[in-house]
């Protein structure tokens, strides 16, 4: 089992930035991928980045350029940080880690980010 506490949403004006924060704690040697996604009201929820154990990165269209996610290892924290926010991306973001099948996965309680414009 793996838990993961997220932390940093909030309300900031289009523009802004935010970082946001993902701890985990368990079962933290199963974790091979971290990663955020976000949902809005009435979508369903989609991938923003992913980071590996090693460091690759992969991020949506949507935010790259704008969007950094990055892992410190030793802290088991995953964060995020937003730049340069647009209204289009307020939603609740959660945190997500898996192992390297892919066969476990584990979802954070989310965090709302809140873009005005």
């Known amino acids: 089992q793996v838990q993961l506490v997220e932390s940093g949403g909030g309300l900031v004006q289009a523009g802004g930035s935010l970082r946001l924060s993902c701890a985990a704690s368990g079962s933290i040697f199963s974790i091979y991928t971290m990663g955020w996604y976000r949902q809005a009201p009435g979508n369903e929820r989609e991938l923003v980045a992913t980071?590996?154990?090693?460091?690759?990165?992969h991020y949506a269209y949507s935010v790259k350029g704008r969007f950094t996610i990055s892992r410190d290892n030793a802290n088991n924290t995953v964060y995020l940080q937003m730049n340069s926010l647009k209204p289009e991306d307020t939603a609740v973001y959660y945190c997500?880690?898996?192992?390297?099948?892919?066969?476990?996965?584990?979802w954070g309680q989310g965090t709302q980010v809140t873009v005005s414009s």
């Open positions: 980071i590996t154990r090693g460091g690759s990165t």
């Open positions: 997500r880690s898996s192992t390297a099948s892919g066969q476990y996965s584990y």
